[in-house]
Protein backbone atom coordinates (compact mmCIF):
# COMPACT_ATOMS: atom_id res chain seq x y z
CA UNK A 1 0.00 0.00 0.00
CA UNK A 2 2.36 2.14 0.01
CA UNK A 3 5.29 3.51 -2.21
CA UNK A 4 3.59 1.82 -5.31
CA UNK A 5 3.91 3.48 -8.55
CA UNK A 6 0.92 1.61 -9.93
CA UNK A 7 -1.05 -2.36 -9.30
CA UNK A 8 -2.73 -4.30 -11.88
CA UNK A 9 -5.63 -7.02 -11.17
CA UNK A 10 -4.26 -10.14 -13.44
CA UNK A 11 -6.89 -12.13 -15.26
CA UNK A 12 -5.83 -14.85 -12.62
CA UNK A 13 -3.28 -16.37 -10.61
CA UNK A 14 -0.25 -17.72 -11.27
CA UNK A 15 3.95 -18.06 -10.25
CA UNK A 16 6.09 -17.31 -13.12
CA UNK A 17 7.96 -13.79 -12.75
CA UNK A 18 7.76 -10.90 -14.75
CA UNK A 19 10.24 -9.63 -17.68
CA UNK A 20 10.58 -6.30 -18.61
CA UNK A 21 11.28 -5.88 -22.34
CA UNK A 22 11.20 -2.09 -24.00
CA UNK A 23 8.77 -0.33 -21.56
CA UNK A 24 6.55 -3.54 -21.55
CA UNK A 25 6.11 -6.30 -18.24
CA UNK A 26 5.46 -10.01 -19.38
CA UNK A 27 3.90 -11.98 -17.26
CA UNK A 28 1.56 -15.64 -17.14
CA UNK A 29 -1.30 -16.35 -15.28
CA UNK A 30 -3.91 -18.49 -15.64
CA UNK A 31 -7.73 -18.94 -14.81
CA UNK A 32 -10.72 -21.08 -15.32
CA UNK A 33 -9.48 -24.09 -12.96
CA UNK A 34 -11.49 -22.78 -10.09
CA UNK A 35 -14.84 -23.93 -12.25
CA UNK A 36 -13.13 -27.75 -13.73
CA UNK A 37 -10.16 -28.54 -15.46
CA UNK A 38 -12.02 -28.40 -18.74
CA UNK A 39 -11.97 -24.45 -18.73
CA UNK A 40 -8.20 -24.17 -17.57
CA UNK A 41 -6.99 -21.27 -19.77
CA UNK A 42 -3.26 -20.42 -19.82
CA UNK A 43 -2.48 -16.13 -20.36
CA UNK A 44 0.56 -13.69 -22.00
CA UNK A 45 -0.19 -10.75 -19.98
CA UNK A 46 1.79 -7.53 -21.29
CA UNK A 47 1.46 -4.65 -19.33
CA UNK A 48 2.87 -1.11 -19.36
CA UNK A 49 5.68 -0.68 -17.24
CA UNK A 50 5.04 3.22 -17.26
CA UNK A 51 1.74 3.13 -15.50
CA UNK A 52 0.45 -0.34 -15.18
CA UNK A 53 -2.10 -0.64 -17.87
CA UNK A 54 -2.63 -3.80 -19.51
CA UNK A 55 -1.89 -3.52 -23.10
CA UNK A 56 -2.77 -6.97 -24.19
CA UNK A 57 -4.01 -10.50 -22.55
CA UNK A 58 -3.31 -13.81 -25.09
CA UNK A 59 -5.44 -16.38 -23.61
CA UNK A 60 -4.73 -20.17 -24.32
CA UNK A 61 -6.88 -23.07 -23.91
CA UNK A 62 -5.16 -25.88 -22.14
CA UNK A 63 -4.43 -28.98 -24.02
CA UNK A 64 -7.04 -31.74 -22.20
CA UNK A 65 -6.37 -34.14 -20.18
CA UNK A 66 -4.83 -31.44 -17.80
CA UNK A 67 -3.60 -32.64 -14.46
CA UNK A 68 -6.18 -31.87 -11.67
CA UNK A 69 -5.85 -28.80 -9.50
CA UNK A 70 -4.49 -30.71 -5.67
CA UNK A 71 -2.28 -30.88 -3.59
CA UNK A 72 1.45 -29.51 -4.27
CA UNK A 73 -0.09 -28.01 -7.43
CA UNK A 74 -2.63 -26.00 -5.81
CA UNK A 75 -0.64 -25.06 -3.25
CA UNK A 76 3.14 -24.16 -4.53
CA UNK A 77 2.61 -22.94 -7.98
CA UNK A 78 -1.17 -23.83 -9.95
CA UNK A 79 -0.84 -23.65 -13.90
CA UNK A 80 1.63 -20.61 -14.87
CA UNK A 81 4.95 -21.25 -13.14
CA UNK A 82 6.60 -20.81 -16.36
CA UNK A 83 8.13 -17.38 -16.80
CA UNK A 84 8.57 -16.11 -19.88
CA UNK A 85 11.37 -15.13 -21.92
CA UNK A 86 12.40 -12.62 -24.77
CA UNK A 87 15.12 -12.10 -27.24
CA UNK A 88 13.29 -8.39 -27.67
CA UNK A 89 11.43 -8.81 -30.39
CA UNK A 90 9.56 -12.13 -29.38
CA UNK A 91 7.90 -13.10 -26.38
CA UNK A 92 7.98 -17.47 -25.57
CA UNK A 93 6.21 -18.92 -23.06
CA UNK A 94 6.08 -22.63 -21.72
CA UNK A 95 2.67 -23.97 -20.98
CA UNK A 96 3.37 -27.80 -20.42
CA UNK A 97 0.83 -29.81 -21.95
CA UNK A 98 -0.26 -27.46 -23.91
CA UNK A 99 3.21 -26.66 -25.39
CA UNK A 100 5.46 -23.64 -25.84
CA UNK A 101 4.48 -20.88 -27.63
CA UNK A 102 6.16 -17.69 -29.56
CA UNK A 103 4.00 -13.80 -29.72
CA UNK A 104 5.50 -10.84 -31.09
CA UNK A 105 5.47 -8.12 -28.65
CA UNK A 106 2.78 -6.47 -30.11
CA UNK A 107 0.47 -10.21 -28.81
CA UNK A 108 0.26 -11.45 -31.87
CA UNK A 109 0.70 -15.68 -31.56
CA UNK A 110 3.62 -16.71 -34.05
CA UNK A 111 3.34 -20.18 -33.60
CA UNK A 112 2.76 -23.20 -31.15
CA UNK A 113 4.59 -26.10 -30.54
CA UNK A 114 3.34 -29.35 -28.87
CA UNK A 115 5.65 -31.15 -26.67
CA UNK A 116 4.09 -34.22 -25.35
CA UNK A 117 1.24 -34.98 -22.72
CA UNK A 118 2.56 -37.15 -20.12
CA UNK A 119 2.16 -36.41 -16.82
CA UNK A 120 4.80 -37.23 -14.24
CA UNK A 121 3.49 -39.53 -11.27
CA UNK A 122 3.13 -37.15 -8.76
CA UNK A 123 0.37 -34.85 -10.88
CA UNK A 124 2.47 -31.64 -10.84
CA UNK A 125 3.14 -30.45 -13.99
CA UNK A 126 6.03 -28.22 -15.33
CA UNK A 127 7.71 -25.66 -13.66
CA UNK A 128 10.67 -24.96 -16.20
CA UNK A 129 11.05 -21.50 -17.97
CA UNK A 130 12.52 -21.45 -21.39
CA UNK A 131 16.10 -20.49 -22.21
CA UNK A 132 17.13 -18.86 -24.69
CA UNK A 133 20.40 -19.55 -27.41
CA UNK A 134 21.09 -17.56 -30.48
CA UNK A 135 18.67 -19.16 -32.72
CA UNK A 136 16.77 -21.84 -30.37
CA UNK A 137 14.58 -22.10 -27.75
CA UNK A 138 15.61 -24.57 -25.30
CA UNK A 139 12.41 -26.54 -23.02
CA UNK A 140 12.84 -28.96 -20.61
CA UNK A 141 9.97 -30.90 -21.20
CA UNK A 142 10.78 -34.05 -19.37
CA UNK A 143 7.76 -34.40 -17.23
CA UNK A 144 5.51 -33.87 -21.04
CA UNK A 145 7.78 -34.96 -23.50
CA UNK A 146 10.69 -37.30 -21.54
CA UNK A 147 13.38 -34.97 -23.52
CA UNK A 148 15.11 -31.60 -23.47
CA UNK A 149 14.32 -29.88 -26.46
CA UNK A 150 15.57 -27.38 -28.69
CA UNK A 151 12.45 -25.45 -30.98
CA UNK A 152 13.82 -22.65 -33.92
CA UNK A 153 12.57 -19.48 -32.01
CA UNK A 154 11.51 -17.71 -36.16
CA UNK A 155 9.35 -21.30 -36.74
CA UNK A 156 9.12 -23.55 -33.10
CA UNK A 157 10.00 -26.33 -35.29
CA UNK A 158 12.05 -28.79 -33.40
CA UNK A 159 15.82 -28.82 -34.22
CA UNK A 160 16.89 -31.63 -31.78
CA UNK A 161 15.97 -33.07 -28.38
CA UNK A 162 17.56 -34.78 -25.90
CA UNK A 163 15.77 -37.70 -24.60
CA UNK A 164 15.51 -38.39 -20.81
CA UNK A 165 13.25 -41.33 -19.88
CA UNK A 166 12.62 -42.16 -16.23
CA UNK A 167 13.76 -38.64 -15.61
CA UNK A 168 10.92 -36.73 -13.77
CA UNK A 169 10.23 -34.22 -11.30
CA UNK A 170 13.19 -32.32 -12.82
CA UNK A 171 12.28 -28.79 -12.66
CA UNK A 172 14.59 -26.85 -13.25
CA UNK A 173 15.09 -24.42 -16.38
CA UNK A 174 18.44 -25.24 -18.25
CA UNK A 175 21.49 -23.02 -18.50
CA UNK A 176 24.29 -22.77 -21.10
CA UNK A 177 27.99 -23.50 -19.75
CA UNK A 178 31.00 -22.52 -21.03
CA UNK A 179 33.39 -25.51 -20.68
CA UNK A 180 36.92 -24.86 -22.17
CA UNK A 181 35.93 -23.78 -26.22
CA UNK A 182 32.81 -25.93 -26.05
CA UNK A 183 29.17 -24.94 -24.58
CA UNK A 184 27.31 -27.19 -22.79
CA UNK A 185 23.70 -27.92 -21.93
CA UNK A 186 23.33 -28.06 -18.01
CA UNK A 187 19.80 -29.38 -16.43
CA UNK A 188 20.00 -29.23 -12.49
CA UNK A 189 18.26 -32.50 -11.37
CA UNK A 190 17.95 -33.45 -7.62
Known amino acids: SENLAWKTDLPGAGASSPIIVGGKVFITAYS ?25 DK ?8 DEFSGFL ?11 AS ?7 F ?6 LAFDLDGKQLWQTPLGTRSNSRGWGSAAS ?6 HVIVNALDEGGAVF ?6 GKEVWRSPAEGLELA ?9 GNETDLVLAVP
Open 95 to 100: FGKSGA
Open 171 to 179: YSTPVLVKN
Open 87 to 93: DGERVYV
Open 59 to 66: TVPAVQPE
Open 130 to 135: VMLTDD
Open 32 to 56: GADSGIENLKRHVVCISAADGRILW
Open 74 to 84: ATEHGYASNTP
Open 150 to 155: ALDKAT
